[in-house]
Each structure stands twice: as structure tokens, then as C-alpha cells.
């Protein structure tokens, strides 16, 4: 049995901000639904997240995790004491990781469980070798190398401050052993807390077998209390993302400027140009062209489709189209393979169905639009009449000319000719032509006369 707590109830002083430190976004995510995710993937399958501060946020942004309240900061003992509701009567391994750390890996989650249980240790402790161990609890082992204590920074003497191994803040317990430990834990330290590390004191007293594992890379275990330490993240896990993306086949022009979250999928052979940010569920097929400039979020793009300088949110996209220039696609538009979409065009809510064209300049809203379609320059679906959104139709092989307003709710059958400049109010019958214009006048010669009139005043 595997089980995890976050600790997630800091404030978060130094991020000097309305928002709770730990919703703060690496790569479109915010850094406690890393670790959540992290610990998943590494099949822990009960995960508790401590919250505090911002609390009611915090619980609205996770999804299927417990939530234990502490309602006072203490210290990170008190933290995990919140959850010995929940836990007393477990056995298994428990994780307390914090909620600020995103970059541990799923892997080195994994491993570290299987390290502390192959060891049969009471407790595993993340640890790492830092240049700069300042602010950090230090790890004391003694003459054979055993893990001894934790020395909080504030709390240490110059001999134990030299000392480089430092706790990352995450730990394997054996969670029976946890608990009993922390019964016994105490405030009477510089900082007047209740300190989680003190356990490890207290179990090396009952002779616990007890191990410290350091891991390779210090930079996963990166805790982040500023917005410097946040950009920082988001550099090492965009090298970490864009490397093994490259890897797997996808040519970055740039992997400088470009962002990819970590549950985006991207096919071979695709090329992404710099300046792109694709972030959420964002799915891209093979031989695709993305960007420069290009945002994708929670997309869906089909194979050999080429998307230049566009916005595309909850929306998808076929196999072999084309976007862009300047599109904007959006809330669960739907677009088949083989389409066209040109510059300024927005669609919201639209399915827009194979081979149908929208080369410039529209507007298509709440509309279903049927396969070959030609939508023409400047189209409008006028779908909103200030109070309710309406529905437009447009049936296949239908072409609509310039600049035409279709004032929704309206079907146009399929087949249907729309005439440039016309504002559509009634519904069109296949193979009609619609025409809803004023009619032309040519005044002949009135123009000329008006030139002379004005000559000679
Ligand atoms: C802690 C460790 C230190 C380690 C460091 C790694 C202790 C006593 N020290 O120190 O050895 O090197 O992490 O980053 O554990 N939190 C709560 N409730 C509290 C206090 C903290 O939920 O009452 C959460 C914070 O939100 C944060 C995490 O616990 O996510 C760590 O707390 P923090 O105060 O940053 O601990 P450090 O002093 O950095
Ligand atoms: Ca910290």
C-alpha cells in the first residue's frame, strides 16, 4: 500500500502574491498538480494534499484527491499530524513530498519507494548534494555513512553548516512508524515549530533502519518560494520536455522559446518554429508545421497540417489543413481534414467539416458548416442578438459570397448560392440563389456633373 501526503498549506511569503503559492503555473500547470500527477503516474493511488492557506482555491483546482485542513502553520510535523485521521489506521509506505517541489519526477518517485522497500527502512529520506546548501535542513550520517539526524539551518553549528547533503523535504515512511514518531515531536527549536524531520531522530533512537537517498540530478528537487526559483522551473522543465521531444523525432527551431507542457503528444517529423506555447492536453499528429507564434491549448491537430502565427484553444483540427495566419479557434470547434483557414478568421463553437474554406476575414459562431463549403471574405454568422446565442446551419457545397451576414438562427440549404454584401434572414432551400441586398442604380454621368458643380465654387 502506497500512499502520499502534499504539504501544501505555506503561505508563500516570497511569491508576493494573491494567489497561493503552490497554484502558481509551470508550463500551464500549476506546481502542486505536478506533483499530484507525478505521484500518480508513479501509481500511488491515495494521494492527501494539506491546505491552509488559500485553502478553498487550492481544493477547487485538484481533482480526485483528499484534503485534509491545517488551519495553523506550525511546522511540517504539525502538517502531517492533520492527516492521522485519515492514515492511523494504514499500514504501507506514506510519501510526504511538498507541493512546491514540481520537477521530482515521476521516476524518482517510483524508485525512491522501492529503494525504502526493498531496505525495509522505516524511513527514506530524498537527499542531495548542493554547492550551496544554505536554507536547507542538513543531513548528518555518522562514522559508517548511517543516516543520523536532520539539522534544520537555523538550528545547525558551523561543523554540521559545512555538511553539503541536504533534505529535499521528501521522505518514504513506514506509516505506522510515522505516526508514532510524531507523537513524540516537539516545538523547542529556533523557529518554534514542529519539525517533520525530527522523526528521524527519534526512530534512530528505537534503532529504525533508516536511509538517506541522493539523488543525481539536484534540479529536480528544486523547491520553488520565488518568482525567480518559478522561472528557473520552467527553464529546467522545458529543457527536460523540449530534449525528449527532440529526441522522439519533433524538430524545435528554437527549443529556447518554445513551451510544451508535459501532457502534450507530438508526432514525427513535426516542425515547431519558435515562439509557440503548447500547453494542456494538446495532441499533434506527424509532419506537421507549427507556428512561429503559435498557441496551442488542449488541441487536437491532425497529421500534415500546418498552423502559422494562430490561437487554438478546446478546439481541433484534421489531418493535411491549413491555419493561419492570425486564426482563432475556440471553444470546441471542430474542424475536418483537408480545411483551409486564412487570416482573421475566428471560429467559436463551429464545426467546420472537410475541404470547407474560410480564407479571410470571418466570423463563425455557434454554426455547423458543412463539407466544401466556401465561406468568402468577411462573412458573419450574426449569432448573438444581445440576450441568446443562435444557431447557424450552412449545408455542403454551399458558397457564401463576400461580406454576407447570416442572422441566426438560419439554415442554408445545401448547395445554396448566398450573394456578396447579402444580410440572410430567412432560412435558404438547397440550390437556391439568396440575394438580400438593395438594389444597384447607375445615375449616369452625375458624377462628372457633381465635379463641376464643386469646380466652381
Ligand atoms: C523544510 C525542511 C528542510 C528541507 C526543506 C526543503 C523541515 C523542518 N525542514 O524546510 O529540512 O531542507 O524543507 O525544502 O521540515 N508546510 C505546511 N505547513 C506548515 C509548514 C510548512 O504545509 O506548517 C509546507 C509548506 O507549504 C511547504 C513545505 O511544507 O510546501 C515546506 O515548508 P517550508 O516552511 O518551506 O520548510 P523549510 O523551512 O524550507
Ligand atoms: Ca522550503
Request: glycine letters at 8%; proline letters at 2%.
Amino acid at each position: 500500500m502506497r500512499q502520499a501526503l502534499v504539504l501544501a498549506a505555506g503561505k508563500g511569503t516570497r511569491m508576493k502574491s494573491k494567489l497561493p503559492k503552490v497554484l502558481h503555473e509551470v508550463l500551464g500547470k500549476s506546481m502542486v498538480q505536478h506533483v499530484v500527477d507525478n505521484l500518480r503516474a508513479a501509481d500511488v493511488k491515495r494521494i492527501i494534499v494539506i491546505i491552509g492557506h488559500g485553502a478553498e482555491l487550492v481544493e477547487e483546482k485538484i481533482e480526485g484527491v483528499e484534503f485534509v485542513y491545517q488551519l495553523e502553520q506550525l511546522g511540517t510535523g504539525h502538517a502531517v499530524m492533520q492527516a492521522e485521521q485519515l492514515l492511523a489506521q494504514e499500514g504501507g509506505t506514506t510519501m510526504v513530498i511538498c507541493g512546491d517541489t514540481p520537477l521530482i519526477q515521476a521516476s524518482t518517485i517510483a524508485q525512491m519507494f522501492e529503494h525504502h522497500e526493498n531496505a525495509q527502512a522505516k524511513t527514506t529520506v530524498l537527499t542531495a548534494q548542493m554547492a550551496n546548501p544554505t536554507g536547507y535542513g542538513r543531513i548528518i550520517r555518522d562514522e559508517n555513512h548511517q543516516l543520523a539526524y536532520i539539522v534544520e539551518q537555523k538550528d545547525a553549528n558551523e561543523a554540521e553548516l559545512a555538511v553539503q547533503e541536504i533534505n529535499t523535504g521528501t521522505y518514504c515512511f513506514d506509516n505506522q512508524e510515522l505516526f508514532a514518531a510524531l507523537a513524540k515531536i516537539d516545538n523547542k527549536n529556533a523557529q518554534g515549530e514542529y519539525y517533520l524531520t525530527d522523526v528521524i531522530k527519534i526512530m534512530r533512537e528505537a534503532n529504525h533502519r533508516l536511509e538517506g537517498y541522493c539523488i543525481e540530478n539536484a534540479d529536480e528537487t528544486l523547491g520553488i518560494n520565488d518568482r525567480l526559483a518559478l522561472a528557473q522551473a520552467t527553464t529546467l522543465l522545458r529543457e527536460r520536455l523540449n530534449t525528449a521531444h527532440m529526441i522522439n523525432g519533433v524538430t524545435l527551431v528554437d527549443p529556447a522559446t518554445t513551451y510544451i507542457g508535459t501532457d502534450v503528444i507530438i508526432g514525427a517529423d513535426t516542425i515547431i518554429y519558435p515562439g509557440s506555447v503548447i500547453l494542456g492536453t494538446t495532441t499533434i499528429g506527424e509532419d506537421c508545421i507549427i507556428g512561429p507564434n503559435t498557441q496551442l491549448t488542449n488541441a487536437t491537430i491532425g497529421a500534415n497540417t500546418h498552423i502559422t502565427q494562430s490561437v487554438i484553444s478546446d478546439s481541433s483540427v484534421g489531418e493535411t489543413a491549413t491555419v493561419g495566419p492570425f486564426a482563432h479557434l475556440r471553444q470546441a470547434t471542430a474542424c475536418g481534414n483537408h480545411v483551409r483557414i486564412g487570416n482573421f478568421v475566428e471560429m467559436k463553437k463551429t464545426t467546420f467539416a472537410d475541404h470547407a474554406k474560410a480564407s479571410h476575414l470571418s466570423y463563425l459562431g455557434d454554426s455547423e458548416v458543412g463539407e466544401n463549403v466556401n465561406i468568402g471574405c468577411g462573412v458573419v454568422t450574426v449569432n448573438y442578438d444581445g440576450q441568446h446565442k443562435h444557431k447557424t446551419t450552412i449545408e455542403a457545397n454551399a458558397f457564401i459570397g463576400c461580406n454576407a451576414n447570416l442572422i441566426a438562427p438560419i439554415t442554408i440549404g445545401e448547395g445554396v448560392y448566398v450573394a456578396a454584401g447579402s444580410t440572410v434572414t430567412k432560412n435558404v432551400p438547397a440550390d437556391a440563389l439568396a440575394i438580400a441586398r438593395a438594389k444597384q442604380e447607375n445615375k449616369e454621368g452625375y458624377a462628372k456633373r457633381l465635379r463641376e458643380r464643386f469646380a466652381k465654387k
